[in-house]
Each structure stands twice: as structure tokens, then as C-alpha cells.
């Protein structure tokens, strides 16, 4: 049996019943394509993590709610769709595999700038087939190069949410594209309170007492004011 073959055979641990009610609660229909990802990630996930340290969650249960469930759930408070999504800060590559693995019509950028955690997101979007419309690249937010159309979305959940930090995300952002966050209560308000932008209803993540997806877009003619002490770093 190949490497890819095991990698893709289902484990006891994680069933496809087990996927199905451990995502139920997030409301968002999952494809049987979804559930043989889920299946595959994880197994890589884990191997990968006895020698890089890509998560702290090691638990498969509580992967699959904590990484799986709220990285598709922002789809929906988003409305994610289609287009051209950049997601900084990608480690792991949550929220960004599993929105790819969701949505057929989109392509993302992976931004991560640690060489070993780039080396896994590589082959990730390799097992998982997703080459053609994932690219990985190691670098940081603030030594990307805009991308020459923009991005309709830009997403992160392990970057600390500045206003530079926003900054440098609307650079990226085409007209009316929204950026896509992933933030604890505590923060909520501070970030929300960043000027320069309009921020949609933030939807409490199923099962979380304090975290939340925000998403919000540059109000029209302003401009995020700069940080005097400096960029947001990972």
C-alpha cells in the first residue's frame, strides 16, 4: 500500500458518522469529499506534529471542532464563495485547507513564513489534491507583494489584529473585499474599535464560550492610520 493510500484509508477513531456530528453544529452541509479530507488531514496533521509542533490540539475529536468546524463556519458569516482568498499567518493551514476543501471556486494564497510549518502545507494541499488552487508562500504579510488584482477576501487566525496589521490587509483587499477574522471576546472590542472599517455582526463560533468569526470592510474613502509602534508580528 502507497504512503498516499494510507494517508487516505479511514481511521476507527475518526468514522465518517464521527465527522458528521462533530460538524453538525456548525449548520453547514458537508460533502463526502469533505469527510475522506478530513480523514486525511488529520492522520498528516498528526504525524507531522510528533516532530513539528503545527498545534497544540492533539486530540482528533477536538481538532475536528476547534479546527475543522470554525474554520468552515466562517464561510458562512463571510460569505465565502469564489474568488481569490489570502490567508495570513496559515501554520497549520487552518481556516484555509478546510475552506478549500469546502469550496471548489476558490483560490488562496497561504501566507507563513516558518519553513517547516510551509514544508507541511505543502504536502497537505498535496494529499488532499488541492495544488491547483492552493499556493503556499513562505513570507510575512509585510514583505508580500500585493497581489496585481487584489484578493476578494483576507483571512486570519493566529495573527494578533492591529492597526497596521488591518493596514496591510486592506492593501491586499480588491473594492469591497472583506477580511475575515478569527478573534477571542477579550479582543473583540478593541478590534472592532480599530477605525477605518465596517464591521458585520460577529457570530459566536457553535460550542465556544468566548471566541468569534468578524468580518468586516474598509469604509469607503478612509484609510486605516498607521501604528507608531510598529507592525503586528506573528
Partial sequence: MSRKDELAKPTSVMTEAIILAGLKPFGIPVPASFVTGVQTYIRLLLSWNEKVNLTSIREPNEILTRHFGESIFGTVVADIQSGD?????????????????????????????????AAFLHEASRELG?????????????????????????????????????????????????????????????????????????????????????????????????????????
Fill in 85 to 117: 482568498l489570502l490567508d495570513v499567518g496559515s501554520g497549520a493551514g487552518f481556516p484555509a485547507l478546510p475552506i478549500a476543501m469546502m469550496l471548489n471556486d476558490l483560490r488562496l494564497t497561504l501566507l507563513e513564513p516558518n519553513s517547516k510549518k
Fill in 130 to 234: 488541492l495544488e491547483g488552487r492552493v499556493k503556499i508562500v513562505k513570507a510575512r504579510l509585510e514583505a508580500y507583494e500585493a497581489h496585481a488584482n487584489g484578493f476578494e477576501f483576507v483571512s486570519s487566525r493566529a495573527v494578533r489584529v492591529t492597526r497596521e496589521f488591518l493596514r496591510l490587509c486592506k492593501e491586499q483587499l480588491r473594492l469591497q473585499g472583506k477580511v475575515v477574522l478569527w478573534v477571542g471576546g477579550g479582543s473583540l472590542q478593541e478590534v472592532q474599535g480599530i477605525p477605518g472599517w465596517h464591521w458585520l455582526k460577529a457570530e459566536r463560533i457553535p460550542g465556544s464560550s468566548g471566541r468569534f468569526v468578524l468580518a468586516g470592510v474598509p469604509r469607503a474613502g478612509s484609510a486605516v492610520p498607521r501604528e507608531t509602534s510598529g507592525s503586528a508580528r506573528k
